[in-house]
């Protein structure tokens, strides 16, 4: 299958402070990638699209003024959690379809603790 | 009414057992399907795709019943190793994903 990865994979932040979250399509190219957020126990959870060469997408509910997305290439999309706070905190994924029906492949998740 | 629903489970199974997931959805327009697994504190890895006609691969059969807009999986001779979350995922609109909360599978020795 393809590969996604996602830089870091973890890392802690203190409140106010913004932190920026790459995802990289290793061996295939993505005009659009995805941005999940998954709180524990709860399900992963759509934020927005990223659209190389566009502006992002983003869903119902998700500030994008707080999160900035940017697709800078076919390989690569970066998601900013600017002022970041405590509730901030949670396991953010990126995903890229490939393959003939469009399945997505996901990035091994970033986990983010802000202080 | 919710897109995806799933049965939370969990599901408590010894190794060897069979065990059917169950999925409907609610958006008739959708055209592709997928099941996929997440481990704890993991990605989503893909499971396999389901197909009109029903699809094996291995332990795992899936089925897709358009009509009823319902999706299962069957697990056979479990492993512990299948110990997981299972996401069932119809597909429509430029392919975004919508999860539902899955259904989680315990295996037991």
């Known amino acids: 299958g393809a590969v996604v990865s996602q830089h870091p994979s973890w890392v802690i ?11 990289r399509s290793l061996d295939f190219q993505a005009t ?12 992963l959870m759509l934020m927005a699209t990223s659209n190389e ?15 900035l997305i940017n697709h800078a290439s076919l390989t690569l999309s970066t998601l900013t959690v600017t002022s970041a706070h405590p509730e901030d905190s949670s396991f953010y994924i990126c995903s890229a379809p490939a393959g003939s029906r ?9 986990r983010l603790t802000v202080t | 009414r919710k897109e995806v629903e799933q049965d ?3 599901f408590n199974v010894p190794e060897g057992a069979t065990v059917a997931f169950n999925c409907t959805y609610s ?5 592709s399907f997928f099941w996929y697994r997440q481990d704890c504190r993991k990605e989503p890895k893909l499971l396999m795709s389901v197909y009109s ?6 332990r795992f059969t899936a089925q897709l019943n358009r009509a009823s807009q319902y999706i299962s999986l069957l697990i056979r001779d479990s492993k512990l190793s299948d110990s997981a979350t ?3 995922v119809p597909t429509y609109n430029f392919n975004k994903f919508y999860f539902g909360s899955g259904t989680k599978l315990n295996v037991k020795p």
């Not at chain 1, 932040?13 to 979250?21: E, L, P, R």
């Not at chain 1, 060469?53 to 999160?67: C, I, L, N, P, R």
């Not at chain 1, 469009?102 to 970033?110: A, I, L, R, S, V």
């Not at chain 2, 958006?27 to 055209?31: G, I, K």
Request: hydrophobic share 20%; glycine share 12%.
């Open chain 1, 53 to 67: 060469g566009s502006k992002a997408t983003y869903e119902q509910g998700v500030e994008k003024d707080k999160f």
């Open chain 1, 32 to 43: 659009t990638m995805f941005w999940y957020r998954q709180f524990p126990k709860q399900s």
């Open chain 2, 8 to 10: 939370p489970g969990p």
């Open chain 1, 102 to 110: 469009y399945e997505q492949y996901f990035g091994p998740g970033t």
């Open chain 2, 53 to 58: 006609s029903g699809n094996e691969d291995g």
């Open chain 2, 27 to 31: 958006n008739s327009a959708s055209q």
């Open chain 1, 13 to 23: 932040c203190k409140s106010g402070t913004s932190v920026k979250i790459e995802c």
């Open chain 2, 86 to 88: 299972y996401l069932c």
